[in-house]
């Protein structure tokens, strides 16, 4: 199955970050597995991949473990020490060199994988510790080729007494990376070949086309070549499932878990878990979508997350990506590298952003400006913006000591930023609260005869929409000005009449009006 080298640079800064969602996805499932089955047997074994600080640290533990799990679909590969793990793999620094060891049921053998690995190494050594640990379980350390890999007296093709790594003429044990002559073989199927050669990307196995299957749970389908050496077209779950692939439509109940790829549309009340990528196509479910690989599509459910790049949307409630190329829509948007596109929630967070729109953006490498600025009616003002690199929340506050008593503002609002070099434009709509400092108007309110002042704050709404022309004189320095269409909202027509005396626009009932002041001002300012 092939894999991008964005993709695999995504998964590794990616895994670390969604722990949770991928535990709310697959740890209940594989758990069941595991508990189920012992390791070799059909169930799920656990091979566990941790790497030194010197070489692969956390990153790159999980970046081989990405490698490892689709070259092992009968497996559940981690990242870190697991409890009495089936195989171990560890990526550390031996002798001034970074190298790949394997254990698996007795069998030890090494490879040397730089920490500086490109993806194609990085698709090699796991391709080669998905051989060794299979052909491990399969035939047993005594009888299988991989104790004769690690045995210099036997293994043909492979490093031997004469020719080893350090030249000393005693065999190693230890796989060299650039070693390998012989054809490379299916390496989930356990064939005992000699392992893959470097560059040799794992394609999906060949899997049997089936036009319909069903599945009660997990290998109980029908056919019962089914499952996950099997390609449906169409597929029917009653509680889950554990496909090879799908290449139409599948439905489900608890869950619809596939190894690797789909191509169309997988439908469930519970969770869609794809290991590979969602190729092309949908997922709709009432619960959770979970994607390793990239989405080529659109994910619906309350909680959806993938791994790698999304090209296409999410919508939901709570969305996570490796990246965006496209929408992401729900209350909670996250994305762990950069969105080319936007962004539509409550919360957006992502490393860089087209347009987030949202009440708080969080945008790791984009600036929060600081801004100060002063209006032609006298108020002059401070706030921040901060967001996307086409769309920012600002927020406000400010006074106009001119008048008396002193007037106050405080407010929220949106902007869109265009620039062209150095210059910029701006539109913004901003809401503020305002009222006036030390004012305490009064209201008598009789109850049972008896009247009770008491004394309110008055509070009016101002709305702004500006726009704005800037020049970036320096880096984080700039200076801005433009035109406001100002609109002030209160059921006091004596109470805050503009400096520009425009005549009041009644609004509602005469019992109980509210006055709408129009008219236009200027402002100017600087942004750090």
């Known amino acids: 199955m092939q894999r991008t080298a964005e993709r695999n640079k995504h998964a590794v800064a990616t895994r670390p970050r969604v722990a949770v969602a991928a535990l709310l996805l697959t740890v209940p499932l594989a758990a069941t597995q595991v508990a189920a089955q012992p390791a070799g047997d059909s169930g799920f074994a656990t091979i566990a991949v941790v790497a030194d600080d010197a070489c692969g640290s956390t990153g790159g533990a999980s970046a081989l473990a990405d490698a490892i799990q689709p070259r092992m679909p009968d497996a559940l590969v981690v990242v870190g020490d697991a409890s009495d793990p089936s195989a171990r793999v560890v990526w550390r620094e031996a002798n001034g060199e970074c190298r790949v060891s394997v254990d698996a049921e007795g069998s030890h053998a090494e490879l040397p994988l730089a920490a500086s690995a490109s993806q194609d190494q990085l698709a090699a050594a796991a391709a080669r510790v998905a051989w060794l640990a299979d052909d491990a379980w399969q035939r047993g350390v005594t009888g299988g080729a991989a104790a004769q890999a690690a045995d210099p007296e036997s293994a043909p093709g492979e490093a031997s007494g004469d020719d080893t790594s350090d030249g000393s003429g005693e065999g190693s044990g230890e796989l060299d990376l650039a070693v390998?002559?012989?054809?490379?073989?299916?390496?989930?199927?356990?064939?005992?070949?000699?392992?893959?050669?470097?560059?040799?990307?794992?394609?999906?196995?060949?899997?049997?086309?089936?036009?319909?299957?069903?599945?009660?749970?997990?290998?109980?389908?029908l056919p019962r070549d089914s499952g996950a050496g099997a390609r449906r077209h169409v597929s029917l779950t009653l509680l889950g499932s554990r496909v090879g692939a799908i290449d139409g439509v599948e439905f489900g109940l608890l869950y619809n878990l596939v190894v690797y790829d789909v191509h169309g549309a997988q439908f469930g009340q519970g969770a869609n878990i794809v290991l590979g990528d969602l190729a092309g196509g949908a997922q709709f479910s009432a619960g959770a979508n979970f994607v390793r690989g990239d989405t080529r599509g659109v994910q619906f459910a309350p909680?959806?997350?993938?791994?790698?790049?999304?090209?296409?949307?999410?919508?939901?409630?709570?969305?996570?990506?490796?990246?965006?190329?496209?929408?992401?829509?729900?209350?909670?948007?996250?994305?762990?590298?950069?969105?080319?596109?936007?962004?539509?929630?409550?919360?957006?967070?992502?490393?860089?952003?087209?347009?987030?729109?949202?009440?708080?953006?969080?945008?790791?490498?984009?600036?929060?400006?600081?801004?100060?600025?002063?209006?032609?009616?006298?108020?002059?003002?401070?706030?921040?913006?901060?967001?996307?690199?086409?769309?920012?929340?600002?927020?406000?506050?400010?006074?106009?000591?001119?008048?008396?008593?002193?007037?106050?503002?405080?407010?929220?609002?949106?902007?869109?930023?265009?620039?062209?070099?150095?210059?910029?434009?701006?539109g913004d709509a901003l809401g503020y609260a305002q009222g006036r400092i030390g004012e305490r108007p009064s209201i008598v309110i009789t109850e049972n005869g008896a009247d009770t002042t008491v004394a309110l704050q008055r509070v009016d709404g101002l709305a702004q929409l500006r726009l704005s022309l800037g020049v970036e004189v320096a880096p984080r320095f700039a200076v801005y000005g433009g035109v406001i269409q100002n609109a002030l909202f209160t059921d006091n027509p004596e109470h805050d009449q503009p400096t520009s005396n425009a005549s009041p626009i009644q609004l509602g009932a005469s019992a109980d009006p509210t006055y709408l002041y129009l008219w236009p001002s200027f402002f100017a300012g600087l942004r750090f």
């Open 180 to 221: 390998a002559d012989a054809p490379v073989d299916d390496v989930a199927e356990g064939s005992g070949d000699a392992p893959p050669t470097v560059g040799d990307e794992p394609l999906e196995p060949d899997l049997t086309d089936v036009t319909f299957g069903f599945s009660v749970w997990d290998r109980l389908n």
């Open 303 to 426: 909680m959806n997350a993938t791994l790698g790049e999304v090209r296409g949307a999410q919508f939901g409630t709570i969305n996570y990506a490796g990246s965006v190329r496209g929408v992401q829509a729900s209350v909670v948007n996250v994305a762990a590298h950069d969105v080319h596109g936007v962004q539509l929630g409550i919360v957006n967070v992502a490393e860089r952003s087209s347009a987030s729109i949202g009440v708080i953006n969080i945008m790791r490498r984009e600036p929060v400006y600081a801004l100060l600025w002063g209006e032609s009616d006298g108020t002059f003002r401070a706030g921040i913006a901060h967001g996307s690199q086409h769309f920012r929340n600002i927020l406000a506050a400010g006074i106009n000591g001119f008048d008396d008593p002193t007037r106050w503002s405080a407010g929220f609002g949106f902007q869109g930023h265009v620039t062209f070099g150095r210059v910029f434009v701006d």
